[in-house]
């Protein structure tokens, strides 16, 4: 399993912006796909985005769409969640985590997960 630490979280004002960064450790960043988790309080864990090896592919959920933007640096083995436009209704756990098998969207899909980042964006 990679060990994956994000960083870049913190205490943000609606409207701001915030780039979470995902750094594989020991391990490179060899996943094809890569995804964005977060989860809220008393909520389930939801995908936000995931990308492809190369970029070309990248998926995220109609929250986010417009105001997210998901990126992969392989060589850095680190992948990155730029967040614009924040509202209060992104405040969640932030996690990342890297595919193994299974369907694209589910978190059961994914085997190794990072401790998490905490986004609370205030009004």
């Known amino acids: 399993q990679v060990e994956l630490v994000e960083s870049g979280g913190g205490l943000v004002q609606a409207g701001g912006s915030l780039r979470l960064s995902c750094a594989a450790s020991?391990?490179?960043?060899?996943?094809?796909?890569v995804a964005w988790f977060r989860q809220a309080p008393w909520k389930e864990r939801e995908i936000v985005a995931n990308?492809?090896?190369?970029?070309?592919?990248?998926y995220y959920a109609d929250s986010v769409k417009g105001r997210f933007t998901i990126s992969r640096d392989n060589a850095k083995n680190t992948f990155y969640l730029q967040m614009n436009s924040l509202n209060p209704e992104d405040t969640a756990f932030y996690y990342c985590?890297?595919?193994?098998?299974?369907?694209?969207?589910?978190?059961?899909?994914?085997?190794?997960w990072g401790p998490g980042t905490t986004v609370p964006v205030s009004s």
């Open positions: 985590a890297t595919h193994r098998s299974g369907p694209l969207s589910s978190s059961y899909s994914y085997n190794s």
């Open positions: 020991g391990r490179p960043c060899s996943s094809y796909f």
């Open positions: 990308i492809n090896w190369s970029g070309s592919s990248t």
